[in-house]
């Protein structure tokens, strides 16, 4: 899972990177509006934190451009304590949550999760699917209550798919969601990725679509044909 900040406070960036990576999130820094603004609309995030007060465009110029051109990513915007008109104009130019400064980190974490979650469809913490729990919150994989190890890129990978259940992603999808910007971005390496969960979660939970990417089904959902190959 993707995370977009947009923060000019040079500290406040490096501390929010530092909790939303612990979260298990790939994150990209923008320090000023213009930079923000083309990122949001240029590269793909499951959410996005929104300082209001930046340089160069300030943050309800740059919610208001994505909205305008139908960008609906989630956005979480910072605003200044007491300042309760900020906080309406950002609901109102299409906001999907708000945090006064200062804050606690744990709960912008909660929040981002919150819209994520909810974004995608669901209303728990834990996402299922037969044997295997994801813990959003304590980023914990079990299989049977078993807890299970996962490298950073393997859980944002099950993560993307969990979130997503009943929906063929492509590679180059999960591959945009799994990696920051400034990393060398090689979707041939989520199918490493998939083969080392399938070794470790079972192999019938994510099922391979071929030509089409990868999907885990819904649960409850019919099961169709085998998983398709090994990879």
């Excluded at 744990?106 to 299922?128: D, K, Q, W």
């Excluded at 994989?141 to 299970?148: C, H, Q």
Aim: net charge negative.
């Amino acid at each position: 899972m993707r995370v977009l900040v947009i923060e000019d406070d040079v500290d406040l960036q490096r501390q929010l990177n530092a909790a939303l990576d612990a979260a298990g999130y790939a994150v990209d820094p923008a320090y000023d509006g213009e930079q923000g603004e083309f990122l949001g609309q240029t590269e793909s995030y499951d959410a996005v934190v929104l300082d209001l007060g930046l340089p160069k465009l300030d943050g309800l110029s740059v919610l208001r451009s994505w909205r305008e051109s139908d960008n609906n990513v989630p956005v979480l915007i910072l605003t200044a304590r007491g300042s309760w008109t900020e906080r309406v104009e950002g609901i109102d130019a299409g906001a999907d949550d708000y945090l006064s400064k200062p804050f606690q980190m744990a709960e912008l974490v909660a929040r981002v999760r919150a819209l994520i979650r909810r974004a995608s469809g669901h209303g728990s913490a834990e996402l299922s699917c037969g044997p295997v729990t994801l813990d959003t919150r304590a980023n914990r994989v079990t299989v049977d209550g078993a807890p299970v190890s996962l490298t950073a890129h393997e859980y944002r990978v099950l993560a993307y798919l969990m979130h997503h259940q009943g929906r063929t992603v492509s590679r180059s999808e999960l591959s945009e969601h799994v990696y920051a910007q400034d990393l060398d971005r090689d979707s041939n390496t989520i199918e490493v990725f998939v083969r080392r969960l399938r070794k470790k979660l079972g192999r019938d939970l994510i099922r391979t679509e071929r030509g089409l990417g990868y999907r885990i089904d819904s649960p409850g959902a019919a099961q169709g044909a085998p998983v398709a190959g090994g990879r």
